[in-house]
T-cell receptor, first 116, second 114 residues
Framework: AQKVTQAQTEISVVEKEDVTLDCVYE???????LFWYKQPPSGELVFLIR??????QNEISGRYSWNFQKSTSSFNFTITASQVVDSAVYFC?????????????FGQGTELSVKP | GAGVSQSPSNKVTEKGKDVELRCDPI?????LYWYRQSLGQGLEFLIY????????KSGLPSDRFSAERTGGSVSTLTIQRTQQEDSAVYLC????????????FGPGTRLTVL
């Protein structure tokens, strides 16, 4: 069975701090994809990144970076120099290609609060 | 271009009534997904359409739930004889159609069953 675990339910930081959101996944598929989505207070899920299981290179996009480690089945997300606008719920998701047809399995989400 | 749109944005209904929720995917996207977001269950997959293939209905919670997609575009999720536990935000997403292509989400329909 596929599963995504985001152990951190809520995180609170002060602006300009760095913060890492953890994501651990389980799958038997050999080919799979991992995603991060942001859900701001407005409610709409915003796509952040998609990474396939054969690409373990870390990725950086501005203040955002992602660390994918197959050895520990983790796909962690770091925000550098956090800002108030980063306050949102962040979801990690898994999609298995072999058997799942592309549907997303979501973690429970981490609510990030960035205070000024 | 335009994103995924959903209507209505909010729906309040009485227990036992039927409701229809609509989703307009991004133009050209062949795959369409419905998910449900509720406090107790998080984000759950409901149903998936890909082109002209039979839909994957494996996530539908009961036979009161059904969905159709007309002309490979607009989709309607129907909930019959609504129950209070159906109260949730129903999210629609679309993708270009390849396996595990990025899914882009609509703003959702918040359903409240009184």
């Amino acid at each position: 069975a596929q599963k995504v675990t985001q152990a951190q339910t809520e995180i609170s930081v002060v602006e300009k701090e760095d913060v890492t959101l953890d994501c651990v996944y389980e799958t038997r598929d050999t080919t799979y994809y991992l995603f991060w989505y942001k859900q701001p207070p407005s409610g709409e899920l915003v796509f952040l990144i998609r990474r396939n299981s054969f690409d373990e290179q870390n990725e950086i996009s501005g203040r955002y970076s992602w660390n994918f480690q197959k050895s520990t089945s983790s796909f962690n997300f770091t925000i550098t120099a956090s800002q108030v606008v980063d306050s949102a719920v962040y979801f990690c998701a898994l999609s298995g290609v072999d058997n799942q047809g592309g549907k997303l399995i979501f973690g429970q989400g981490t609510e990030l609060s960035v205070k000024p | 271009g335009a994103g995924v749109s959903q209507s209505p944005s909010n729906k309040v209904t009485e227990k036992g009534k039927d409701v229809e929720l609509r989703c307009d995917p991004i133009s050209g996207h062949t795959a369409l997904y419905w998910y449900r977001q509720s406090l107790g269950q998080g984000l759950e997959f409901l149903i998936y359409f890909q082109g002209n293939s039979a839909p994957d209905k494996s996530g539908l919670p009961s036979d009161r739930f059904s969905a159709e997609r007309t002309g490979g575009s607009v989709s309607t999720l129907t909930i019959q004889r609504t129950q209070q536990e159906d109260s949730a935000v129903y999210l629609c997403a679309s993708s270009r159609g390849g396996a595990a292509d990025t899914q882009y989400f609509g703003p959702g329909t918040r359903l409240t069953v009184l």
